[in-house]
Structures are given as C-alpha cells and as structure tokens.
C-alpha cells in the first residue's frame, strides 16, 4: 500500500517562505516520478512542480518559477517544496503525487497515488 504524507502547511505573511516535506512509502521511492500540485478553493487541482525519478530534470508551473524548488532525498523516501515569497494568489491545499512515468509529469492523470493535502495560506 503506497502512503504519502505531507507535512509543513501553514499560515504566513506575503513574502515569508515554507518548506513542503512529502513522506513516500509503499514503493522504491527512488525509481518513481513525484509532483506537487495545489487547489484553491473554487478552483481545479492544478500542478505545481514535478522531479522525475532521477531528480535532474524539474519542472514547475510559470506562476511559481524562480519562486518555489522541488527536491528529493532518495535516502529518506521525501520529496520537497520550497517555497519563498509567497503570495495571497499561492494559497491553496497542496498535494504531493507519485507516478511511474518520467514524462509529461504535468499532467495530473500521469499519477496514480496522492497524498490527503496540506494547507497553505498566504495572508497580505
């Protein structure tokens, strides 16, 4: 059973900055794609940030670029997001998601597994 659990949500000021952890277990978490994507309320998931199982290639959403990094610790089955100057517009809960693809990590219907979400608001 594939389990991923995120953690490091919370309540900020425009311009601070979270760290999203992702906790993966259930399956050889370094031979697997993992992505972020985040939904507002009213609004549909969309993606966030993606790293292929090899971890060289990322690729992130144009409204987070330069903004927010995607990483992984193969070593501690744990993806992450870092995410600096936050803004109102980035709250929305934020799921982390597993994939046995290394392509069109973008698309949400790559993934098979999601984690249950960890808010994040952004206050101005």
């Known amino acids: 059973q594939v389990q991923l659990v995120e953690s490091g949500g919370g309540s900020v000021q425009a311009g601070d900055s979270l760290r999203l952890s992702c906790a993966a277990s259930g399956r050889p978490f370094s031979i697997y794609s993992m992505g972020w994507f985040r939904q507002a309320p009213g609004k549909e998931r969309e993606f966030v940030a993606a790293i292929p199982w090899g971890g060289t290639s990322t690729t992130y959403a144009d409204s987070v670029k330069g903004r927010f990094t995607i990483s992984r610790d193969n070593a501690k089955n744990t993806v992450f997001l870092q995410m600096n100057s936050l803004k109102p517009e980035d709250t929305a809960v934020y799921y982390c998601?597993?994939?046995?693809?290394?392509?069109?990590?973008?698309?949400?219907?790559?993934?098979?597994?999601w984690g249950q979400g960890t808010q994040v608001t952004v206050s101005s």
């Open positions: 998601a597993t994939t046995r693809y290394s392509t069109l990590l973008a698309q949400a219907g790559r993934y098979d597994y």
